[in-house]
């Protein structure tokens, strides 16, 4: 166990000044967003030739007021962009955190698969790490969220805006709404998505790693294996249709041991990679 | 420890964020609803559903109205959105959903509502299997009855006798399965599809006896005219609900198509209006329905319904709505029609309304005041009378009631 935490400090350790960097430019664009768009905002408002009757269909407010959730709606791009870039990064790292092992300078896997310990701690490691920092960086956003929201607040005077809530200002950007659903069991699903396909990824490096070019051969195979297994239930049986012999019930439910069936197989398969082909 | 200080911090972080947020800021602060008694007996409205949409500044929200309270699409689980209501459409009418739950492996598959027949003792399903690669019908009807309560299932394959010998290509469609003394009914729509929109289109009742599976009679419907004319080129013949109930009549209400300009010309056909016909299962003979229910035309004043041996007409415009009731058997009318006036309810205008059953349902708005009210279709007799309301002070149910929206009613089974 000291084994495996020490491991997952090491990869947090090696990964900071990324998921910093990721922070702060998240923090920077979205205040910078939300700064930007109020003072515009609230110039036009208070400027001349403004009137209340301009403004005949509001749909973020009671009154036509300015809200948080309209500035989250009216710059999806701006607000979204230092999101898609950390996806970017987490979901390049997945490869680069057993890469970076063996093409780095020191060839540092050697070392580490030396260590007089299970192997497997080191699997666990790298993917407990994956998860942190998504789970760091999602959490670091909703802590983000209210603080936009104390900032919008500052920049437009009381008389101009109208309340906002966290939950409904998520839901008007199309990337933070699938990150953060509304539904605690959206969110365990979307999540246990992204490990399943964290598992997989992992999976197929170590076949790689294991039989080199006919390892790649082995991985396409092994995603595409994955990848009919998950669907087919869902494209034969489609769960909405009347006429589709299986409830959507047996339907999920048939996804559900599959999705348990390739966990374990990409753990297990994972893990005997690491143990019996990949030899130092 | 110092050491460590970054993964704590992160796990931390990790952690706190999102069991936070699910705990204390997930919640939607959309205002809730509730349709309120005002009089009468709230199990009239019990089934009734308001459908409407929250459009205040929250975002525009899907809702349910009923007398328990509102249902936001948005709060639906996973579980619900995919596993219990992925059919919801389907499964909401006519008690669907607990035949489903009481007959899983018999309901499995079966999806056309209109092919569904059910008793107290009875269920049974009709259906014309279609070829995957050619889409062309396989030739048979498929039946299954299910005894309630043996729960034995008695499957039959009935040949489906092509509508032309001419070998032109043909669809057919049920429309209606009835369970009567001499046998299970289906009815059946058959047409080509060769020469549409002129082609040979022909209603059957296959008369299937329920013991033997054996096909008994197979009787052509035939529509003749108030001139004496057998009349064909039929292009719609729909009306009917209460689809899996069992009735003794099956109402149509044909339009007949007519070939407007040369008769050697590609011209197009025109559409005249609906006649109406009703078809007896017990007698096997179609009538005409008498004149003064064929000047009563729906689409200028509204809808039609079905309930046993009885068809309503409603007569409505945004303060009147006037019912009339008719005997299937006999074509005469039943009682007098009655009429509601929107001020007798209380202000407002009509702004939907249906019969169920016996029951007419009327919605009346006026501004933010939303009013529902049941009736007693044949009679007029007030049953129930209801308002939306919504939750807080008088200040927030003012704004809430305004950003809110009705469009429709609906039964949920």
């Known amino acids: 166990m000291k084994f495996y935490l020490k491991l997952v400090h090491m990869e947090v350790h090696r990964f900071r000044y990324l998921l910093g960097g990721l922070m702060v430019l998240t923090l920077l664009m979205q205040f910078g967003v939300v700064l930007l768009w109020s003072l515009s905002e609230r110039s036009i408002r208070t400027g001349p030739g403004w009137s209340e ?4 269909y509001h749909p973020f ?18 607000f979204s962009f230092p999101v898609l870039i950390s996806i970017a990064v987490i979901a390049g790292y997945v490869f680069l955190i057993w890469y970076r092992d063996w093409l780095g300078r020191d060839t540092f896997i050697y070392r580490l698969l030396m260590l007089p310990s299970n192997r497997g701690c080191i699997y666990a490691a790298k993917l407990t790490a994956i998860l942190l920092f998504t789970f760091g960086l999602v959490s670091f956003q909703l802590l983000l969220l209210p603080l936009e929201m104390m900032l919008f607040n500052l920049a437009i005077p009381e008389a101009l805006r109208d309340p906002s809530y966290l939950s409904q200002a998520i839901l008007q950007n199309q990337v933070l709404k699938v990150l953060i659903p509304g539904q605690l069991d959206a969110f365990v699903m979307a999540y246990a998505i992204g490990i399943l396909t964290v598992l997989a990824a992992f999976t197929v490096i170590l076949l790689e790693r294991s039989y080199r070019v006919i390892g790649i051969g082995f991985a396409v195979i092994y995603v595409f294996v994955c990848g009919a297994a998950l669907l087919a239930p869902i494209t034969l049986q489609r769960p909405g249709n009347t006429a589709s012999y299986l409830y959507p019930g047996e339907t999920y439910s048939i996804m559900l041991a599959l999705t348990v069936i390739i966990v374990f197989v990409s753990v297990w398969l994972s893990i005997r990679l690491l143990n019996r082909k990949i030899t130092v | 420890m110092k050491r460590y200080i970054t993964t704590l911090a992160l796990v931390l972080l990790a952690a706190a964020g999102f069991s936070t947020y699910y705990a204390f800021g997930s919640a939607d602060h959309l205002p809730e609803y509730r349709l309120e008694t005002l009089e009468g007996d709230a199990k009239e409205a019990a089934n009734l559903v308001l459908v409407g949409s929250y459009i205040g500044g929250k975002g525009s929200q899907p809702l349910n109205l009923t007398v328990h309270g509102s249902e936001y699409r948005s709060r639906k689980s996973l579980y619900e959105s995919y596993i219990t209501d992925a059919r919801e459409w389907f499964y909401e009418q006519e008690g669907m959903r607990e035949l489903i739950e009481k007959y899983p492996a018999f309901m499995r598959g079966k999806a056309e509502i209109d092919s569904f027949y059910q008793d107290q003792d009875w269920l049974a399903y009709a259906k ?14 498929e039946v299954e009855i299910l005894n309630r309560s043996t729960g034995k299932v008695a499957d039959y394959s009935i040949a489906l006798t092509p509508l032309s010998q001419q070998g032109m290509r043909e669809h057919a469609t049920i429309y209606d399965v009835q369970l009567q003394a001499d046998g299970l009914h289906v009815m059946v729509n058959q047409y080509e599809t060769d020469n549409r929109p002129s082609g040979a289109s022909q209603y059957f009742d296959y008369i299937i006896d329920s013991a033997s599976g054996q096909l008994s009679k197979r009787n052509p419907v035939e529509f003749v005219d108030a001139a004496g004319t057998k009349l064909s080129s039929i292009s719609h013949a729909t009306l009917q609900n209460g689809y899996t109930a069992p009735h003794d009549y099956f109402v149509f209400s044909i339009v007949m198509q007519e070939q407007t300009g040369e008769a050697n010309s590609s011209s197009v056909p025109t559409r005249v209006p609906a006649e109406l016909y009703v078809y007896s299962y017990k007698s096997g003979i179609t009538q005409r329905l008498p004149d003064e229910m064929q000047k009563l035309d729906a689409r200028r004043m509204g809808g039609r319904y079905i309930s046993g041996d009885e068809l309503y007409f409603t007569n409505y415009n945004e303060t009147l709505i006037a019912v009339s009731r008719y005997s299937l058997e006999t074509g005469e009318r039943r009682g007098e029609t009655w009429s509601l006036l929107s001020s007798q309810i209380g202000e407002g205008e009509l702004q939907s309304f249906f019969i169920n059953g016996e029951r007419l349902y009327v919605l009346l708005a006026k501004e933010d005041a939303r009013t529902v009210v049941v009736m007693n279709a044949a009679t ?19 704004i809430a009631l305004s950003d809110m929206a009705l469009n429709n009613m609906s039964i949920k089974e």
Not at chain 2, 133 to 140: F, K, M
Not at chain 2, 380 to 398: F, H, I, M, N
Request: net charge negative; charged share 25%.
């Open chain 1, 61 to 78: 407010s009671e009154t036509g007021k300015l809200t948080f959730n309209e500035m989250m709606f009216n710059n999806q791009f701006w």
């Open chain 2, 380 to 398: 007029g007799e007030p049953l129930y009378k209801g308002s939306v309301t919504a939750e807080g002070s008088e200040e927030e149910r003012q």
């Open chain 2, 128 to 141: 014309i299997p279609y070829n995957t690669a050619t889409s062309d019908p396989e030739g048979t009807i």
């Open chain 1, 53 to 56: 009757k301009l403004i005949t």
